[in-house]
């Protein structure tokens, strides 16, 4: 039986602290071949992830936040907000969507504990499958892309 307690969600995000991606993860599922995939993820708000799709018919994605604040977008393929769900204890706890489709998070607390549940197994993400439109996590421009999408709105264009 995997459980699930506050000794280890406290390792989690030290662990995301410490990162130098400033998010960690913690796989309940038990290998990436596994029909579906299960973790625990821990976000900094300094975390940057870069919008990206996963491809191919089916590939949905639930997010369950478990304390902190995040935002997730969803964009068009022309990098258009299409839609924006902020993540919080006292509204929306819960979102599924079409993993297929362009997405990003961002943390917009410390201490951003979330599950994510989706469809596998595990197929590493291609160059086709982060947006040609946004600069990759490495990129010196993530900073800023990641500050805008604190505050960005619905109908606003990042290309």
Do not use: Y
């Given at each position: 039986m995997k459980q699930?307690?506050?000794?280890?969600?406290?390792?989690?995000?030290?662990?995301?602290?410490?990162?130098?991606?400033?998010?960690?993860?913690?796989?309940?599922?038990?290998?990436?071949?596994?029909?579906?995939?299960?973790?625990?993820?821990?976000?900094?708000?300094?975390?940057?992830?870069?919008?990206?799709?996963?491809?191919?018919?089916?590939?949905?994605?639930m997010l369950t936040l478990l304390s902190g604040r995040l935002a997730l977008l969803l964009f068009d393929d022309n990098g258009q907000l299409i839609q924006r769900v902020e993540l919080s204890d006292a509204g929306t706890r819960v979102v599924e969507f079409d993993g297929a489709q362009w997405h990003t998070l961002v943390a917009l607390e410390s201490e951003t504990l979330m599950l994510e549940v989706k469809r596998g197994p595990h197929t590493p993400l291609g160059n086709d499958d982060f947006a040609s439109w946004a600069p990759r996590e490495q990129n010196a421009d993530a900073a800023k892309m990641r500050e805008r999408f604190r505050v960005a709105r619905i109908g606003e264009r990042f290309a």
């Open positions: 699930l307690d506050q000794i280890r969600l406290n390792n989690l995000i030290a662990q995301a602290r410490k990162s130098e991606r400033k998010r960690a993860h913690d796989c309940f599922h038990p290998d990436p071949g596994d029909p579906v995939q299960r973790m625990l993820i821990a976000l900094e708000p300094d975390t940057c992830i870069s919008p990206h799709r996963h491809p191919g018919k089916g590939r949905w994605e």
